[in-house]
C-alpha cells in the first residue's frame, strides 16, 4: 500500500462550488505539505503543517484553507474554486533524517475547474 | 526566498545518448537533492548533496554539487527510455523557525528509444 494517499485523484467541478482534497499518510511523519503544480511554473507550495496543531501559509495561499484532522490527515480546500485553480495538487510529508529534509510525494490530484 | 534555476527546461534526446542538465542559484544551500517525477506520479528524491564538490552516482546518473554550494548537475550517461521525466531540484530554505524545500521548475527529460 502507499504511504501518502491523495483522493480524489481526478476532479470536475465548477466554478463557484467548494471542494475538498484529501491527504492520508502512513509514515508517522508530523510534516504534511500542499502543492500546486503548472506546466512552466513547477511545484509552488500553498500550506504546510508542521504538527497537528501548526498551520503555515506557503507562497500562494489565497483562495485555499487546509484542516489538519490528525498527524495522518491534511486536506485542502479552495472555498470557491475559479478556474486558474485548474492544476496539479499534490501531498507531500517530511522528516529530517540527519537534518537533511526528504519529501514524500502522493500521486497528485487533477483538478480542472470549468 | 531563495530561487533554482534549472536548465534545460526541456530535453529530447535518442536513447543512448549521453546528457547533463543543471541547477543554479545565486544563494549558497546547505543541501541540494534531486527528484525525480514520472508521469501520472509524485516526485520521488534520487539524492541528497551535502558537502560543496560532492559527487554522487546512481547506476548511470551521476550528481555533482558544486564547490560553492550554489549549483548542482545532474549527468547521465547512456540514456534509456525509462529516464524520461521531469527532474526537479530542491534546497532548503528558511524563514524564521520553518524549513521547507524550495523547488526549481525541473527539467523535462524525454528519452525516445
Known amino acids: 500500500d502507499a504511504d501518502v494517499t491523495q483522493t480524489p485523484r481526478n476532479r470536475i467541478t465548477k466554478t463557484g462550488k467548494r471542494i475538498m482534497l484529501e491527504c492520508s499518510q502512513t509514515k508517522g511523519h508530523d510534516r504534511m505539505y500542499w502543492y500546486r503544480q503548472d506546466p512552466g511554473l513547477g511545484l509552488r507550495l500553498i500550506y504546510y503543517s508542521f504538527d497537528v496543531k501548526d498551520i503555515n501559509k506557503g507562497e500562494i495561499s489565497d483562495g485555499y484553507s487546509v484542516s489538519r484532522q490528525a498527524q495522518a490527515k491534511f486536506s485542502l480546500s479552495l472555498e470557491s474554486a475559479i478556474p486558474n485553480q485548474t492544476a496539479l495538487y499534490f501531498c507531500?510529508?517530511?522528516?529530517?533524517?540527519?537534518?537533511?529534509?526528504?519529501?514524500?510525494f502522493g500521486p497528485g490530484t487533477r483538478l480542472l475547474v470549468l | 526566498t531563495q530561487l533554482l534555476e534549472q536548465s534545460p527546461q526541456f530535453l529530447s534526446i535518442q536513447e543512448g545518448e549521453n546528457l547533463t542538465v543543471y541547477c543554479n542559484s545565486s544563494s549558497v544551500f546547505s543541501s541540494l537533492q534531486w527528484y525525480r517525477q514520472e508521469p501520472g506520479e509524485g516526485p520521488v528524491l534520487l539524492v541528497t548533496v551535502v558537502t560543496g564538490g560532492e559527487v554522487k552516482k546512481l547506476k548511470r546518473l551521476t550528481f555533482q554539487f558544486g564547490d560553492a554550494r550554489k549549483d548542482s548537475s545532474l549527468h547521465i550517461t547512456a540514456a534509456q527510455p525509462g529516464d524520461t521525466g521531469l527532474y526537479l531540484c530542491?534546497?532548503?530554505?528558511?524563514?524564521?523557525?520553518?524549513?521547507?524545500?524550495?523547488f526549481g521548475k525541473g527539467t523535462l527529460l524525454t528519452v525516445n528509444p
Open positions: 507531500a510529508t517530511s522528516d529530517l533524517p540527519g537534518g537533511t529534509e526528504t519529501q514524500y
Open positions: 530542491a534546497g532548503p530554505s528558511e524563514e524564521g523557525s520553518n524549513y521547507k524545500l524550495t
